[in-house]
Structure formats: C-alpha cells, structure tokens
C-alpha cells in the first residue's frame, strides 16, 4: 500500500505544493486510487494534485473522515475537475450543521449541500456500519470509544448549543494480509479506539496508524495513556496532533512515530 500526503498543515521541503490547514492523502492498494479527505480549499487541494502528478479522474473512490471543513471544503472543486461520477464514502451523519464557539462562532461543517455535489457526481454511499466497499478497503463505520474521544465543537438542538460528540468520525482501515493500515482525518474519536476498533474489525495488528491524532492540547496524563497503549507499530502523525503532543510521543516512541507534510509519499 502507498501513501501520498495531497493535503497537510505542513509544507514539506520541495517547491510547488502548498501546505494549509486540513487533510488529504491519497491511498493505493490492490490496484485502487482512494482519495481519503480533500483538505479545506479546493485550489490548494487541485494544486497539490497536480505538483505531485495525481490527476483528479484517476481517482476510483472518495472517503471522508467527517463532515468537517477541513476535510471536505476541497470536495466541489474536485469534482468539477472530474468528468465522471465518483463514490463518495462516509457517515450518515457528515452533513449535520455544526459550529465552533472560539475564538469567535463559526459554521465548521461541510460548505456545501448534499445535492450541489450529488449535481457534479458525487455518489454517497454513507453508512454507521462497517463495510468493504472494494477488496482490501473497508470503513471502519461508528468507532466504538472505549476510552476518551476527542470531539470538538457543537450542535443546535431545539434552539439550544450543545456539544457535538462528531458520531461521524470514521476511519480507513486497509486489509495489508499481515495488518491493518488505519487512516484517521482528526481523530475525534480518539486515537486508542480508532486502533483498537480497527484491530477488532479485521482482527490483525495495526501495522500503521496514519492522519491527524488530535491530540493538540492534550493534557499529559492523555499523551502518557497513548504512549502506553497505542500498539501501532509505526504511526505518521500529521494535521491536528500538535506540535507539542507530536514531540511528546516521538521522545517517548522514537521513530515509531513519524511526521507528516505535503508531498510526503511512503509504502506501508
Ligand atoms: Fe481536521
Ligand atoms: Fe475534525
């Protein structure tokens, strides 16, 4: 299986693609292109594609993460850039409004409605359960959070805020034979339930743990409980982990734990 990072908070040391806020990698196994998020703007999203030679078309299967903008905001744009329809993976739950408080209100749902994307071929598949969508690629479904979850944000309900628990956080989990590979947009789930619902899906040890861990601002006693339990064999840290967490693991786990950036292209 190979992994190329289209989308990153991190730019990465070659010129051409640019970094930004959000998440998109590109995961190739047993003869499929899935493009896994699509970062927060479309531009930067096309460009990136292009740097690194990815052409929009050639991609078999979109799978989100989660509803949130900075992993579908550079859905619409791909889709123009596509001449045919595309199965759109996800959780029922992708397109529910939502909003962050700080440091100021904000909408950080997906920005567009199910039918303008539908319009430009976007076909949904969206599903609570897991499912093998093509041979080797399965969604995790609803990950079941045994331990802490790192949900942010909030929801309207009956004219009230209340917080917004992001059931649709969902993972890739990829059928490696010996392993599974797990890829995580933000990790709202939390990290250790992403691994060990993926261990329990395919029964098989995680051989790599890939995407954003959210562990940015974590408290220590959180970070320490990773350290201790996450059995990852190598796990490439990227967008919402946080510099800090991000420098805590790699001094604890040494080079188990790897950065992420733009371009960053590797065999799992
Ligand atoms: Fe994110
Ligand atoms: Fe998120």
Not at 112 to 120: H, I, N, P, Q, T
């Amino acid at each position: 299986m190979r992994v190329t990072v289209l989308y990153e908070n991190h730019s990465g040391f070659r010129k051409g693609p640019l970094g930004g806020h959000g998440f998109s990698a590109l995961v190739e196994h047993n003869g499929k292109r899935v493009l896994v998020d699509t970062g927060t703007e479309g531009d930067v999203l096309l460009r990136n594609m292009g740097q690194l030679g990815i052409a929009p078309g050639s991609i078999d299967y979109v799978f989100l993460t989660h509803g949130h903008y900075d992993h579908t905001g550079g859905l619409k744009a791909f889709l123009e850039a596509r001449d045919r329809p595309v199965p759109v993976i996800g959780h029922p739950e992708i397109f529910r409004r939502r909003m962050a408080l700080k440091p100021h209100r904000r909408d950080i749902g997906i920005p567009f409605g199910r039918g303008e994307l539908e319009a430009l071929g976007a076909e949904f598949i969206l599903d609570d359960k897991p499912f093998q969508f093509t041979p080797g690629f399965w969604s995790s479904g609803e990950i079941k959070r045994a331990t802490w979850d790192r949900a942010v944000g909030y929801v309207e309900e009956n004219g009230r805020l209340v917080k917004d628990t992001v059931p649709d956080d969902i993972a890739l989990a990829v059928d490696l034979g010996d392993g599974v590979a797990v890829l995580t947009g933000c990790g709202h789930s939390g990290v250790l339930n992403i691994a060990w619902h993926a261990e329990d899906l395919l029964g098989k040890p995680v051989k790599a743990l890939i995407g954003g861990l959210h562990l940015i601002g974590a408290s220590e006693e959180l970070l320490k409980d990773v350290v201790e339990n996450i059995s990852a064999e190598v796990i490439y840290a990227g967008h919402c982990t946080g510099i800090e967490s991000f420098a805590y693991l790699r001094a604890r786990l040494g080079e188990r734990v790897r950065p992420l950036h733009v371009g960053k292209s590797f065999e799992v």
